[in-house]
Nanobody, 115 residues
């Protein structure tokens, strides 16, 4: 199982970024996928999750209306579109297989929101 994130970087407050997570080694369409983040000195938190097929996405209250999770089952890839970014969104963002009980994680990608 491999999950490889990309798309992080430095962005000004109010800006946007799109994170990607390319996966391999398992049947992507069988799994709920999620994005977590961990800021310095804080616990890892679930940001967004998307079901394997039908059903609503799930978002942390802090990102509702600003972040959108999506998936491309043909490419075995999950995305996180982040808009109206705030300094408090600064963190390492991780892609994970599963939802609240994820079992595999990527290596993470740094997102820094600063002027």
């Amino acid at each position: 199982v491999q999950l490889v994130e990309s798309g992080g970087g430095l962005v000004q407050p109010g800006g946007s970024l799109r994170l990607s997570c390319a996966t391999s080694g398992f049947t992507f369409t069988n799994y709920r996928m999620s994005w977590y983040r961990q800021a310095p000195g804080k616990e890892r938190e679930l940001v967004a999750a998307i079901p394997s097929d039908y059903g609503p996405e799930d978002y942390a209250d802090s990102v509702k209306g600003r972040f959108t999770i999506s998936r491309d089952n043909a490419k075995n890839t999950v995305y996180l579109q982040m808009s109206s970014l705030k300094p408090e969104d600064t963190a390492v963002y991780y892609c994970a297989r599963g939802g609240r009980r994820a079992d595999y994680w990527g290596q993470g990608t740094q997102v820094t929101v600063s002027s």
